[in-house]
C-alpha cells in the first residue's frame, strides 16, 4: 500500500525555520519526483516545489524562491522541505505528493504550519 | 502562470441526482507531446486530496465509474452521475502542462 506521512509542521514565529518530512512506504522511492503542495486557509491549493527522483532537478514557486530547500533520501525513503525567513503567508497545511505521468496519485495527510508572533 | 477557474464555486445536489462541475484555462493546456494534462482532485473534510481523473477523463484506480470527466483545449468538465453522501466535499481541477502547476479555485459540492 502505498503511504506517505509528513512531519515536521508546528508553530514558528516570523523569520523561522521549519523542516518538513515526507516518509514513503509501499513503493520504489527512487523512482519518482515528488512535490509539496500547499492550503492556506481560504485559498487555492499552490504548488510550491518539486524534486526529480535522483534529486539533481528541482523546482521552487517564485513565492518562496530563496527561502526554501527541497531534498531527498533514497535510502531513507524521505523527501524533505526545509522553510527558512518564514512569513505570515507561509501559513498553511503542507501536503507531500507522488508524482507520476498521469498526475500526483497519492497524497499524505497533510501538516500544519502556523507562522505567527 | 496558468489561471484555472472553476464554476460554481458552490453546488447543492440531491440525492442520487447528477453534478456537473466546469473548468477553464487561461490557455490551451494541450502539451507540445499532444497529451492534455488536466486532471480532478477531490478533497473531502479532513482527508488529503485525492486523484479522481487525470488526462481529462482517465478514472484513477478506484475511483467509481459515476465520476467522468471530459473537454478539450481550454474547457473541461467533471460529471457525477449520481450524487451520494462520501461525494460530498471539495472538487479542484489541476493542470500540469504549463509550469507550474496551477489548481482551481475549488467547488464545493453539498446535499440539499
Known amino acids: 500500500e502505498v503511504q506517505l506521512v509528513e512531519s515536521g509542521g508546528g508553530l514558528v514565529q516570523p523569520g523561522g525555520s521549519l523542516r518538513l518530512s515526507c516518509a514513503a512506504s509501499g513503493f520504489t522511492f527512487s523512482s519518482y519526483s515528488f512535490h509539496w503542495v500547499r492550503h492556506a486557509p481560504g485559498k487555492r491549493l499552490e504548488y510550491v516545489s518539486a524534486i526529480s527522483p535522483n534529486g539533481g532537478t528541482t523546482y521552487y514557486a517564485n513565492s518562496v524562491k530563496g527561502r526554501f530547500t527541497i531534498s531527498r533520501d533514497n535510502s531513507r525513503n524521505t523527501v524533505f522541505l526545509q522553510m527558512g525567513s518564514l512569513r505570515v503567508e507561509d501559513t498553511a497545511v503542507y501536503y507531500c505528493?507522488?508524482?507520476?505521468?498521469?498526475?500526483?496519485?497519492?497524497w499524505g495527510q497533510g501538516t500544519l504550519v502556523t507562522v505567527s508572533s | 502562470d496558468i489561471v484555472m477557474t472553476q464554476t460554481p464555486l458552490s453546488s447543492p445536489v440531491t440525492l442520487g441526482q447528477p453534478a456537473s462541475i466546469s473548468c477553464r484555462s487561461s490557455e490551451s493546456l494541450v502539451h507540445s507531446n499532444g497529451i492534455t494534462y488536466l486532471s480532478w482532485l477531490q478533497k473531502r473534510p479532513g482527508q488529503p486530496p485525492r486523484l479522481l481523473i487525470y488526462?481529462?477523463?482517465n478514472r484513477f484506480s478506484g475511483v467509481p465509474d459515476r465520476f467522468s470527466g471530459s473537454g478539450a483545449g481550454t474547457d473541461f468538465t467533471l460529471k457525477i452521475s449520481r450524487v451520494e453522501a462520501e461525494d460530498v466535499g471539495v472538487y479542484y481541477c489541476m493542470q500540469a502542462t504549463h509550469s507550474p502547476i496551477t489548481f482551481g479555485q475549488g467547488t464545493r459540492l453539498e446535499i440539499k
Open positions: 505528493a507522488r508524482d507520476t505521468d498521469y498526475g500526483e496519485d497519492y
Open positions: 488526462k481529462i477523463s
